[in-house]
């Protein structure tokens, strides 16, 4: 007999960039998919509104809105503990590719900068449930985007210099059982 787990969460996160941890708000949610065993997929999507602004120390940024916007694809293994139905817990680990989206408003002075990028992402995390459906999520990852080092017609690719840390803790429903 074929069981699948499916899921939603809605995160809230830190952004750590540079070894210095700023907190800030994610908005975003994820929706993946768990078969009977322990490999999954799942399609990841952050919101990080102010991405570039400094809030450690009396600096400001000065320069206006930015944010930073990623959509990934991953593969996930984890395994259930306590069973897929009612009470337990789920330690997993993830990775996979997509989008970062960065996005800075000039101001008055600047022409207003925006890149799309493919990026990869790894992370781990753990669902922690209370019942058949409804638990906690809290996940931590890691965000590189890439770059052609070589501007040809070959397809090249190395990571760029454009890296961050993401932790959230979300609400996580489980359906399907």
Known sequence: MCHAEHGFDRAEASSMRE???EQRVTFGGTLGWMGAGII???LDFGFSPNFFENTAGDGDFDFGDSNVTTLMGNLILGAPIGGQRGPGIR????GGVGLIRTKVDGGDFFDDLSTNDLGVNVGAGLHGF???SIGIRGDIRYFRSLQDDEPDDEFDVALSDFDFWRATVGVTFRFGN
């Open 91 to 94: 330690p997993y680990v993830s």
């Open 40 to 42: 999954g997929a799942e």
């Open 130 to 132: 209370f019942s058949d």
């Open 19 to 21: 070894h210095e941890i």
